[in-house]
């Protein structure tokens, strides 16, 4: 085992980077994904945007369309992600019920306004050790919750 893939799933584009022994950068790719501002204040992203971009820069730096290909070279695989862009799946599909709310939509800020102003502010800190903030995934998975066409009766199922 000759590598560690890299996959890097960033707010604008996806990035894999092959890397030797030596932690040497031996090849990488890299290819942007659409940012979607339905309105201001809001950023979305298409979860099967980003499934394909990172796929595709994948197979590139393994040569997957290559011969021979790196596959069976690689030790290991790293991942870093988005962290708090937050998506709902279709648990059945395995498809997303809608656009990914990303980690710097501002949606959700009245919602944590008004929590803050009920005094939900300090067991929200005991509980997860977080700022109430709309940055936060919690309330973007209400929101998706409760704008999206069937969401709360297929999370039922």
Known sequence: MQYILALDQGTTSSRAILFDRQGRSVKTA?????????QPGWVEHDANEIWQTQREVM????GLSDTPAL??????????????????WDR????P???????QDRRTADTCDT????????????????VLDAYFSATKLAWL???TPGARASRAR
């Open 30 to 38: 890299q290819k942007e994904f659409r940012q979607i501002f339905p």
């Open 59 to 62: 197979e590139q730096v393994l």
């Open 145 to 147: 919750l409760d704008h």
């Open 97 to 103: 019920v809608a656009n990914a709310i990303v980690w």
């Open 92 to 95: 059945r599909t395995g498809e």
């Open 115 to 130: 929590m803050r102003k009920q005094g939900h502010t300090p067991l929200l800190q005991e509980k997860t050790g977080l």
């Open 71 to 88: 596959v069976n070279q690689v030790a290991g695989i790293a991942i870093t992600n988005q962290r708090e862009t937050t998506v709902l």
